[in-house]
């Protein structure tokens, strides 16, 4: 079994930036990709970026590219992920999931692929 608990949500103005973190529990977070997905109000979640096990392998969506980074950290049990350069429009909860699922550079993230989530921690960017 595998818990995640999201922080770093924050209210923003635009322009500015913010880390979610993604701590796991569990003896297996190193060995299980953890993907970010979000979900914007009256919208469906989207995945927006994954990293694998490792590290090594990093992918994004096409709508975010540029302005966000995914890392992790074994040794603490947590990945990241850096947004910057915030827009009102990436208003919503944001998601890290888990799971032993590809992250290959161009693969779909989605939902359906990850087994393992946290409760979302809320990232509003307004003025």
């Known amino acids: 079994q595998l818990q995640l608990v999201e922080s770093g949500g924050a ?3 635009p322009g500015g930036s913010l880390r979610l973190s993604c701590a796991a ?32 392998v990093t992918n994004y969506a096409d709508s975010l590219k540029g ?8 040794s603490k049990n947590t990945a990241y992920l850096q947004l910057n350069s915030l827009k009102p429009e990436d208003t919503g909860v944001y998601y890290c999931a888990a799971d032993y ?19 979302g921690t809320q990232v509003t960017v307004s003025s």
């Open 11 to 13: 209210v923003v103005q």
């Open 67 to 74: 302005r966000i980074t995914v890392s992790r950290d074994n």
């Open 101 to 119: 699922t590809p992250c290959l550079v161009g693969r779909p993230i989605v939902d359906y692929d990850y087994t393992y989530w946290g409760q």
């Open 25 to 56: 529990s569990g003896s297996t977070f190193d060995t299980r990709a953890v993907a970010w997905f979000r979900q914007a109000p009256g919208k469906e979640r989207e995945g927006v970026s994954c990293v694998s096990a490792r590290g090594g």
